[in-house]
């Protein structure tokens, strides 16, 4: 049984549904030790030929035996272990992989081989030696002559020790000296028990060998044996796998490196969408930041106000009464619940003038020490003003009001729901810095006054204290979620800063959650970028792939590859938008610090990881197709490719 045979092998290609047969029945044996030469002129079917025996051509009819197992029945994935163990290819133009070294061209081969790392580089370096290219081993593809360029594709060859060497034309690009030095080489290869085939249409070539056999017009004219077989001892086969992942990844970093530039302003286009996406959350999150700042050194942050949930104007409906004050209390993290009064349009005199003050409250733990100007918080007795409605009594020196009365009117109702008038002469304890034109005083003043007319005082509304910031959302959520006696509708609505500081909060985050947004449209850009630079890297490496598929590198692998590059570039791209966005936000907030003494920038871990996560996730999902149609590409078109 011979090693390897041909049975009725025809091949026929198609144009406009016109049928062009290239091989009409090609019956051929092949033993290990032979140097075999199939020649014939150009467009006779020999390099079809050779395609089908080394497993790049699969549609043909007839079969092809290897130790008597048909190589026609064996699947894709077969195939491409087929190619992996037993093929190797040296082609007429080289065909060595122009980023890769010298010795990565030849280690590529190892790689899908069971040997370790070191034996791997081990047996590349010995080849590259045996083939006299010791000293060139780290140089690239384009820095050798021909001649140099033909034994690194030997090399390649001869790395994963397979039975089989295919040479397709392997001198014809090459001077007289080269062209012996090659053949001497194919003569130890074939010396060493290997089956050698190679194409040519020289005759010089052809007799150099151990057998010729004549191709034309796709038949077989005659075969000649020139000498006898080389002798064939025991052969040992590498362990053979598929190219891994690390080795496709560090492939795709080769590549990536070797075209530095063009890869570099990919990554800084990229860049700026992850930039402008991250600076505006991270504006937004300081913007919100810093207005909780200001609201919050004028009132403390854990007190909240609440008030029944209703629109009614009857202060029996809008009273909070102990009830409610016990009903509060009972939630967990509330540490006191505290009465007061809240009312409209109250009359101010002093000498003869006169001034509606269009806030009155009684005050509360909420209000913040620090937030009194001058002065001290009042008593009962005492009202504070502040500086805006000051100013309606004393526009120059409104400060010299603290100490001095004036008398305030609040109107309440009789149980014949009729207005009364209530004035007190209160004196003014101090003033503070708020501009709304509030007026304030205590609780036990404004009882005092409803007494004096013997009217029934209601408290309509309640200051919550809670124990620490961090459980303000969760009481106010508690609160909220309080419902009527009936269970129909949620009986207490937040009135307080609390409750406005968390609705600005959300318009604010909205507003620049949809900046965010807007910015990410540069992300789009930046993954129709990335689809089209890949899909030209498809075109500019279709000789590659098609060298790759070669070697026996599955679809899966050069999908992998292009994934890879891929990954690498949202990855760079995110981390270089990064480091945009911390000069940026660096400077801004150095400006921020200097004019109103905040950071107008808040950059957070989890912002950084976001945009790390979408800067990838946007390349892969631009990466698919083109990787897909790399994947697809038939090996012989892409190594016909020009």
């Known amino acids: 049984m011979s090693f390897l045979e041909l049975r009725g092998i025809r091949k026929t290609y198609y144009m406009n549904k016109t ?13 290990r030790g032979e140097f075999v030469s199939i020649l014939g002129e150009s467009g006779g079917g020999k390099t079809t030929l050779m395609n089908i025996i080394g497993g790049l051509d699969a549609q043909y009819e007839g079969d092809v035996l290897l130790n008597g197992t048909s190589v026609r029945q064996i699947s894709a994935k077969e195939l491409d272990a087929f190619r992996r163990q037993t093929i190797g290819f040296v082609f007429q133009n080289f065909n060595l992989i122009s980023h890769l070294s010298i010795l990565d061209n030849v280690l590529v081969s190892l790689q899908m081989t069971g040997l370790s790392r070191h034996d791997q580089k081990e047996r590349a370096e010995s080849l590259l030696k045996k083939v006299g290219l010791a000293e060139h081993m780290h140089k690239h593809p384009n820095q050798l002559s021909g001649g140099q360029k033909q034994r690194v594709a030997i090399a390649r060859a001869l790395a994963s020790d397979p039975d089989i060497i295919i040479a397709d034309e392997p001198t014809g690009a090459l001077d007289s000296q080269n062209t012996q030095e090659i053949l001497a080489l194919m003569d130890e290869i074939a010396a060493d028990g290997k089956l050698v085939i190679c194409v040519t249409h020289s005759q010089e070539v052809a007799d150099h060998g151990t057998r010729i056999v004549h191709m034309e017009d796709g038949i077989i004219d005659h075969d000649t044996r020139l000498k006898a ?39 800084f286009g990229a860049s700026i969408g992850i930039f402008s996406v991250i600076l505006m959350l991270g504006l937004g999150r300081g913007v919100k930041g810093y207005i909780n700042h ?10 909240v106000q609440v008030a029944q949930n209703t629109d009614s104007q009857d202060a029996k409906k809008l009273e909070i009464g102990q009830t409610d004050v016990n009903r509060i209390k009972q939630l967990k993290h509330v540490k006191k619940v505290e009465l007061g009064y809240y009312g409209q349009g109250i009359q101010v005199q002093k000498g003869g003038t006169s001034a509606t003050s269009s806030i009155f409250q009684t005050t509360t733990d909420q209000m913040l020490a620090k937030s009194v100007k001058k002065g001290h918080k009042p008593a009962t007795g005492e009202v504070i003003l502040s500086k805006a409605f000051a100013k309606k009594f004393n526009k120059q020196h409104p400060y010299k009001l603290i100490g001095q009365k004036v008398k305030v009117s609040v109107t309440g109702m009789n149980k014949q729901h009729l207005p009364v008038v209530m004035t007190k002469s209160l004196k003014v304890s101090g003033i503070t810095d708020d501009s709304s034109g509030q007026l304030q005083t205590n609780l036990q003043t404004v009882r005092n006054m409803y007494k004096s007319k013997k009217l029934t005082f209601r408290a309509n509304f309640a200051t919550v204290m809670i124990d620490s910031l961090k459980n ?76 790759l598929r070669a070697l026996g590198v599955r679809r899966k692998d050069i999908r992998h590859l292009f994934l890879s590059e891929a990954f690498f570039l949202g990855l760079f791209s995110s981390l270089l938008g990064l480091v945009f966005t911390e000069i940026v936000a660096v400077l801004a907030n150095n400006v921020a610090r200097k004019g109103i003494g905040y950071m107008i920038i808040d950059i957070t871990s989890n912002y950084m990881i976001f945009g790390i996560v979408v800067a990838i996730i946007i390349s892969l999902l631009a990466a698919l197709a083109p990787a897909g149609q790399a994947s697809k590409l038939d090996p012989v078109e892409a190594l016909s490719y020009e």
């Open 229 to 267: 077989a080389f002798p064939v001892g025991e052969h040992h086969d590498l362990p053979s796998k598929h190219l891994s992942f690390t080795a496709m990844v560090k492939m795709a970093l080769k590549h990536m490196r070797y075209n530095l530039k063009r890869n570099l302003l990919i990554i």
């Open 294 to 303: 200001e609201i919050y050194s004028q009132i403390k942050p854990t007190a």
């Open 19 to 31: 049928a062009f047969p290239v091989l009409k029945g090609i019956d051929l044996q092949f033993d």
């Open 472 to 547: 303000v959302t969760s009481v106010q959520d508690k609160i909220k979620g309080l419902k009527t006696d009936n269970g129909k509708k949620k009986q207490y609505q937040l009135t307080g800063a609390g409750a406005i500081v968390s609705t600005l909060n959300t318009y604010i985050q909205l507003a620049f959650y949809v900046l965010a947004a807007i910015a990410g449209i540069s992300l789009l850009v930046s993954a129709i970028m990335i689809i089209v630079v890949l899909y030209i890297s498809v075109s500019e490496r279709t000789k590659e792939i098609g060298i």
